[in-house]
């Protein structure tokens, strides 16, 4: 069982930073992916951005050069730093882990959310 608990989140203006922590417990090993997503009233939830524990990450295009996503394999601690933010990120944002492995094989968990809300 893996437990993720998100912090960082809340109100920033248009140009702001915001810098999202998930703090895993559990079965987390080289082999798992941890991530963002995020989810919009009325949007499909979306990927943000990927990481593995060797540092290759992946981004959606829409946050590409303003995110910056980071991992700190020891504290199971994934980052996103936020940057130039946009009222259109505007969302509860969600860390997922993937590739867990259990005894019933590979699995993934869900955060609960952190909202993020960017306002004048």
Not at 33 to 46: H, S
Request: proline content about 2%; hydrophobic content about 30%; glycine content about 12%.
């Amino acid at each position: 069982q893996v437990q993720l608990v998100e912090s960082g989140g809340g109100l920033v203006q248009p140009g702001g930073s915001l810098r999202l922590s998930c703090a895993a417990s559990g079965s987390i090993d080289s082999s798992t992916i941890m991530g963002w997503y995020r989810q919009t009233p009325g949007k499909e939830r979306e990927l943000v951005a990927t990481i593995t524990s060797g540092g290759s990450a992946n981004y959606a295009d829409s946050v590409k050069g303003r995110f910056t996503i980071s991992r700190d394999n020891a504290k199971k601690t994934v980052y996103l730093q936020m940057d130039s933010l946009k009222s259109e990120d505007t969302a509860v944002y969600l860390c997922n882990v993937d590739n867990v492995h259990t005894p019933y094989g590979l699995y993934h968990y869900w955060g609960q959310g952190t909202q993020v809300t960017v306002s004048s």
